[in-house]
């Protein structure tokens, strides 16, 4: 499904689109995925500047986008032109069972399998850091943030909650909330029409950051 999106908007932005094979939990569990995720940008600095680099990530690989910029930032480091987020997991620590109207209707998700994955990427008493859960930390200083999510599914109060804080914290944020969508509904470009539609928004975020 990654690679269908990727092949769209790499269409629709005229971008080249990279969909790296980062370690897995629980396998390779954190910081397995940051290691790698370091390791893929210092490979795309090799051959264009960071200006030029847009990073992604859906659910999991949200989580894995935003805690990356958060430790370019941390150490100093110049980040890149901006950041899209489909659907992100941003705060493992968090009780899904609190919402039981988004438990009903989530479609992919459940709370009990959440808890299995956050547990299989970190220690229970790992979960509140802001490596672990990017949620939790300061969002001073991150670069233009796209951030898409549908109303219908558990994680749906990650991306509003980071969008309240990024922008309060003076980001140049885009968040979209599609009604009656799905987890990682933005996956499914050329059978959904609301995924046209994000991949559309996403193609112009491209054309945006990097323009500048």
């Given at each position: 499904m990654v690679r269908t999106w990727a092949a769209h908007l790499s269409a629709r932005a005229a971008c080249r689109v990279v969909v790296p094979d980062y370690r897995l939990a629980p396998a390779h569990p954190h910081?397995?995925?940051?290691?790698?995720?370091?390791?893929?940008?210092?490979?795309?600095?090799?051959?264009?500047?960071?200006?030029?680099?847009?990073?992604?990530?859906?659910?999991?690989?949200?989580?894995?986008?935003?805690?990356?910029?958060?430790?370019?930032?941390?150490?100093?480091?110049?980040?890149?032109?901006?950041?899209?987020?489909?659907?992100?997991?941003?705060?493992?620590?968090r009780d899904r069972r609190a919402v039981p109207g988004l438990v009903r209707r989530e479609l992919m998700l459940s709370p009990g399998g959440l808890e299995a994955c956050a547990l299989a990427y970190a220690p229970r008493a790992d979960w509140a850091a802001p490596s672990v859960s990017p949620l939790l930390a300061g969002h001073g200083g991150l670069p233009p943030l796209l951030i898409q999510a549908g109303s219908e599914e558990l994680l749906a109060s990650d991306a509003e909650r980071l969008a309240a804080s990024a922008s309060a914290a003076g980001a140049d944020v885009t968040y979209t909330r599609w009604p009656r969508m799905w987890h990682v509904f933005v996956l499914h470009p050329g059978l959904v029409a609301a995924a046209d539609c994000a991949v559309a928004q996403a193609a112009w975020f491209v054309d945006a950051v990097t323009a500048v």
């Open positions: 910081p397995a995925g940051l290691d790698d995720a370091r390791a893929v940008m210092d490979a795309l600095l090799s051959e264009g500047p960071r200006a030029s680099i847009v990073v992604s990530g859906d659910s999991a690989g949200g989580g894995l986008a935003l805690s990356f910029l958060l430790a370019l930032r941390d150490a100093g480091e110049s980040l890149p032109a901006g950041c899209m987020l489909a659907s992100p997991w941003l705060d493992l620590s």
